[in-house]
T-cell receptor
């Protein structure tokens, strides 16, 4: 069973469209994330949710709207797609940090978004 | 602010040779450090992590890393490279900003020559 699964894996769309990427984890974690990997392979956090509450929002354009219907799901909706949004988007999950920042963060397989 | 620098965006070694991927960190507090591997068109897989229990950390696939506070380093090694080790490797430091987040280095692409 896949621990962190995200769909679709590949997405090609035109500028101006709206698209969503779905993510689900079956690890029993209460914290989920979205990371973005750009064309140079650089990885950076976008959002973090804990028990459906937004905790981290890393100055991402408001065209990006995460939604967490429950703690096992975190979806990413992107409005008015731009060429620069082309990237790989990774969903991830972990236990809440508690007393340590050493919890392992588990990543999904990634969603390759190409905007044309 | 915590940050990570990986020295060498591309490392090439022969099959059977020693693999050494370098990572230096900057942190104002005792760091938690991670190495992840990304195979082509796949997600990130945890290789190993340092959480202050032991300075020499053993991970999957024969990899290990040593935390050296005096050198602010967390280099990844493997005694004998296999063709299957060809991938992108990321070093990351974990910090708390409302929630845990990973700050990644730039990544190092490892190529294995037959």
């Amino acid at each position: 069973d896949t621990a962190v699964s995200q769909t679709p894996k590949y997405l090609v769309t035109q500028m101006g469209n709206d698209k969503s990427i779905k993510c689900e984890q079956n690890l029993g974690h209460d914290t989920m994330y979205w990371y973005k990997q750009d064309s140079k392979k650089f990885l950076k956090i976008m959002f973090s949710y804990n028990n459906k509450e937004l905790i981290i929002n890393e100055t991402v354009p408001n065209r990006f709207s995460p939604k967490s219907p429950d703690k096992a799901h975190l979806n990413l909706h992107i409005n008015s797609l731009e060429l620069g949004d082309s990237a790989v988007y990774f969903c991830a999950s972990s236990h809440f940090f508690g007393q340590t920042s050493g919890n392992t963060i588990y990543f999904g397989e990634g969603s390759w978004l190409t905007v044309v | 602010a915590q940050s990570v620098t990986q020295l060498g965006s591309h490392v090439s070694v022969s099959e059977g040779a020693l693999v050494l991927l370098r990572c230096n960190y900057s942190s104002s507090v005792p760091p938690y450090l991670f190495w992840y591997v990304q195979y082509p068109n796949q997600g990130l897989q945890l290789l190993l992590k340092y959480t202050s229990a032991a300075t020499l950390v053993k991970g999957i696939n024969g990899f290990e890393a040593e935390f050296k506070k005096s050198e602010t380093s967390f280099h990844l090694t493997k005694p004998s490279a296999h063709m299957s080790d060809a991938a992108e490797y990321f070093c990351a430091v974990s910090l708390i900003q409302g929630a845990q987040k990973l700050v990644f280095g730039q990544g190092t692409r490892l190529t294995i020559n037959p």
